[in-house]
């Protein structure tokens, strides 16, 4: 049985879309804030022929391409699953990413190349307190941006809007080491600017195979987080009525999470009982894991190695008398285990429950759950005990023979 299992859509979808509106605010304001720098940048750096901050404008000129993809990008992923992309759009987040790696690592080489012709061919800065205090604006800019979109990236688990925020911290840094090469220029180390530069785009193109990796992981669906595997499977685990899970997968969809696993429970389960089961695990999974977008579920009964069995008694001689027909006033229970058709371990035990004057069904019903007992041998039994062990998968059998020992004997063949 398989079921796909979704949250409150209403509300879900109006959560999604307000995410995504954020985001696109964000990344709008990136691509403002970039395009203003690069200007300011490399206006200043021709007139003052600031190689360091050339490359810099270079850099901030490649981040508007780069917020431009990430805005694309969550504006996509707005979009409703459709009959060509039933999982939906999330992962026009991710291919934005992919877009930001790639624009940052031509950023970087090219600002690598600028940087070596400095460092060649070193220049005296002709306007350097000019140059000195569009590198402190660069700085400030760069830190307020990165602390804006990693707040709103966090916010709303926005991958692509995470990168660009990593992005933008490397701007905060290159502007750093451009007005460290701006201040030793002016003291006469005219060669560190294009130091500096070929710092930075060593730096950037670092950061860009760093999130070019993530994203491609992300498109080929790669299990990043083995962490949210064990989160998924302890949680169902937890879950009553489940005997095993396995069949765990978890693939990234932009700022989501698709999933699925396959249950072991009990054979025989009703339909009824499966979804009950199903809708727990789902419960629980999501408590652990809040990105999670759907969630298939496969159930599937195991076949159990050792099953445990219950035959009620009316004396402790049990083997050679006829078992008894009552329930919830029999004085005792044989209890045994048959594992791969050989008979094992059994005992008689006392029902806890045959002196009570209201409710010896149910805690008799209460006993045999207790003892993980799988099969219960017997006719009688009442309405509300009998729903009370169909809750927890007992299984009910008319016993085959007359004698105990015979009835025994009999279980050798019973397969659940």
């Known amino acids: 049985m398989i079921r796909i299992l979704k949250m409150d859509m209403t509300n879900k979808n109006q959560l999604k879309k307000d995410r995504l509106i954020k985001g696109q605010r964000a990344a709008k304001y990136s691509t403002l804030t970039n395009l203003c720098l690069s200007i300011i940048k490399g206006f200043f750096g021709l007139m003052s022929g600031s190689v360091a901050l050339i490359a810099d404008s270079i850099h901030s000129f490649s981040d508007i391409f780069a917020s431009l993809a990430v805005y694309i990008g969550l504006k996509l992923s707005q979009k409703k699953p459709d009959e060509k992309f039933p999982y939906g759009y999330y992962k026009a987040e991710t291919m934005a990413s992919l877009i930001v790696a790639v624009i940052i690592l031509f950023g970087g080489l090219e600002i690598a190349l600028q940087s070596l012709n400095g460092i060649i061919d070193p220049q005296p800065l002709k306007l350097p307190l000019f140059a000195f205090l569009v590198a402190v604006i660069s700085v400030a800019a760069s830190l307020l941006l990165t602390r804006y979109e990693h707040r709103i990236g966090n916010e709303i688990k926005s991958p692509a809007l995470m990168s660009d925020a990593k992005h933008s911290l490397i701007d905060v840094f290159s502007s750093l080491l451009v007005f460290t090469g701006i201040l030793t220029s002016y003291m006469g180390y005219l060669s560190f600017q294009g130091v500096a530069g070929l710092m930075v785009a060593l730096l950037i193109i670092w950061m860009g195979l760093k999130i070019g990796k993530n994203a491609v992981l992300v498109l080929m669906d790669a299990s990043i987080d083995p962490r949210i595997i064990h989160q998924i499977k302890g949680a169902a685990l937890a879950v009553e009525g489940v005997e095993g899970v396995n069949g765990v997968k978890v693939r990234s969809s ?33 408590k652990d894991v809040e990105k999670l977008e759907t969630l298939l579920v496969q159930v599937e009964p195991v076949k159990k190695d050792l099953i445990r069995f219950a035959l009620p008694l009316e ?49 008799t019903a209460e006993f045999l759950v207790n003892e993980n ?32 020992e015979e009835i025994v004997l009999n279980t050798r063949n019973i397969i659940l």
Do not use: C
Request: glycine content about 8%; charged content about 30%; aromatic content about 8%.
């Open 254 to 286: 932009g700022s989501y999470l698709l999933g699925e696993l396959h249950l072991e429970t009990k054979k025989n389960l009703s339909v009824e009982k499966a979804h009950e089961i199903s809708d727990k695990v789902e419960e629980m999974v999501r």
């Open 373 to 404: 007992v799988d099969v219960l041998l017997g006719e009688e039994v009442g309405e509300s005990p009998r729903y009370a062990l169909s809750g927890k998968v007992i299984h009910f059998i008319s016993p085959e023979g007359n004698k105990t």
């Open 315 to 363: 004396t402790r001689d049990g083997l050679n008398l006829v078992p008894s027909t009552h329930f919830g006033k029999v004085p005792y229970f044989l209890i045994w285990e048959v594992h791969s058709g050989e008979i094992k371990n059994y005992q008689i035990k006392d029902n806890p429950a045959q002196y009570l004057e209201k409710k010896r069904g149910i805690k």
